[in-house]
């Protein structure tokens, strides 16, 4: 019975991969346009990662799945706002700046919700770190959104949204998701957690550098949305595949010593 269950996981899996470029219009893209082109590798990088995320949790113990599952769903939800988002640039020449909240609404509190879950899996956790990190999480997203749609000026909203990515970091490494790593998590546990706050001090730092380039440095209106657009895309294809990976490893690491 779970044997049939595993093989139903993964054909359903594929299938939602293989229909992803379905969901987008076919869209002429330029030698010249290195945004869009970088929107086509991130969606095929994103596919792939998804498929490898899906697949890889047969091959973990049961307590992992989850965290490894909610992995190829941030990639999964990022491929296909990618897709959009690509023929959106290709067509316009505009940033797609409503898609690009939507998969950050979703994806980066499934991003958030992995620190909760690697820890879970191994000690119990209180249910105040999920709602810490989601509160941080939805500032952080909220004020960027509102400073770059035109809802509040954009000083005010890189502000806003600076303001919650503190809160996450103090959280991470200050607070109480930082003490249980510390003191009941196993050496692998550590250093994925570790890795983790580097990722979101380190690579997330490339997110708010988007929009300094996109709104604040006085360049044209096209410079800037390339600059701001090829920034994004860079942090979201080495920050969504990384944590992923990160927990593929842990998540192996820890099966393979109880095995």
Do not use: C
């Not at 103090?170 to 570790?194: C, D, L, M, T």
């Amino acid at each position: 019975m779970r044997l049939t269950y595993n093989r139903i996981k993964i054909a359903l899996a594929a299938t939602l991969v293989t229909m992803v470029p379905s969901l987008a219009s076919a869209a002429n893209l330029e030698s010249s346009d290195f945004v869009g082109i970088s929107f086509w590798l991130i969606s095929m990088a994103l596919i792939a990662a998804t498929a490898f995320f899906f697949m890889e949790t047969q091959r973990v113990a049961g307590k992992w799945k989850t965290s490894l599952t909610v992995s190829g769903l941030v990639t999964l939800v990022a491929a296909v706002h990618y897709f959009y988002m690509r023929d959106v640039w290709v067509e316009t020449g505009a940033t797609p700046l409503v898609y690009r909240y939507i998969d950050w609404l979703i994806t980066v509190p499934l991003l958030m919700v992995e620190f909760y879950l690697i820890l879970r899996a191994i000690t119990t956790v209180s249910g105040g770190v999920f709602w810490r990190l989601m509160i941080g999480t939805m500032v952080m997203l909220v004020g960027g959104y509102m400073g770059e749609a035109g809802y509040i000026s954009a000083m005010l909203g890189f502000i806003v949204g600076m303001a919650g990515w503190a809160y996450i970091l103090y959280e991470i490494f200050f607070g109480e998701a930082s003490k249980v790593a510390a003191q009941e998590a196993p050496a692998s546990v550590q250093s994925a957690f570790s890795t983790m706050r580097l990722i979101v001090t380190i690579g997330w730092a490339i997110y708010p550098l988007g929009y300094f380039m996109g709104y604040f440095t006085g360049a044209g209106p096209q410079e800037s949305a390339n600059m701001l657009n090829i920034l994004y895309n860079l942090a979201d294809v080495v920050n969504k595949i990384a944590f992923g990976v990160i927990i593929w490893n842990v998540a192996v690491t820890e099966t393979e010593k109880n095995t």
